[in-house]
């Protein structure tokens, strides 16, 4: 199964794809660097819509895969900026109802534990979770972190 996964929760946008196996197949993303004055949403926001398009373009070509391969959609869900998770979901969502696959929101904070269980080989981490706004003591009991 192979998954285009988008990211845009705050000042970033990202798209990735990814085997079944955990294959990191592309991986591309643009950041919005404001000049002063922090992240204002709606510029973030803005920044997603206008090189969302081009990035996952890019990434289906650095993955080497036609929109026609992918069979999953997955994108952050939060936590994250209003005005960018937005902008994100409905991208998802139109390429998901384009090419009649599945559709999953993600936690943003989870998969960042996930990939280090992927690429580490935990099975039941306790993880201490530190990124921006979010601070987490964070643990996987009876399948649920």
């Known amino acids: 199964m192979t998954c285009l ?3 845009g929760t705050a000042h ?3 798209a990735g794809v990814v085997t ?16 002063e004055g922090g992240i ?3 510029e973030a926001s803005r920044h997603h819509s206008e090189l969302g398009p081009g990035l996952i373009a890019q990434a289906l070509q650095n993955a ?3 929109p026609a391969e992918i ?10 900026l209003g005005p960018c998770l ?7 969502r139109a390429i998901a109802l384009t090419l009649s696959v599945p559709l999953v929101g993600v936690n943003h904070c989870v998969a ?22 979010n601070t987490q003591i964070i643990a996987f009991a009876g399948g649920r972190y």
């Open 71 to 80: 069979d999953l959609i997955a994108f952050s869900r939060g936590p994250g």
């Open 86 to 92: 937005r902008t994100t979901a409905t991208m998802a």
């Open 20 to 35: 079944s196996e955990g294959e990191v197949l592309a991986n591309v993303w643009d950041m919005l660097s404001p000049k």
């Open 112 to 133: 960042h534990v996930e990939i280090g269980c992927l690429e580490s080989g935990f099975q039941d981490p306790v993880t201490v979770y530190v990124s921006g706004g």
């Open 12 to 14: 970033s946008f990202g």
């Open 5 to 7: 996964g988008l990211e």
């Open 40 to 42: 204002h949403p709606r």
């Open 64 to 66: 080497g895969l036609s």
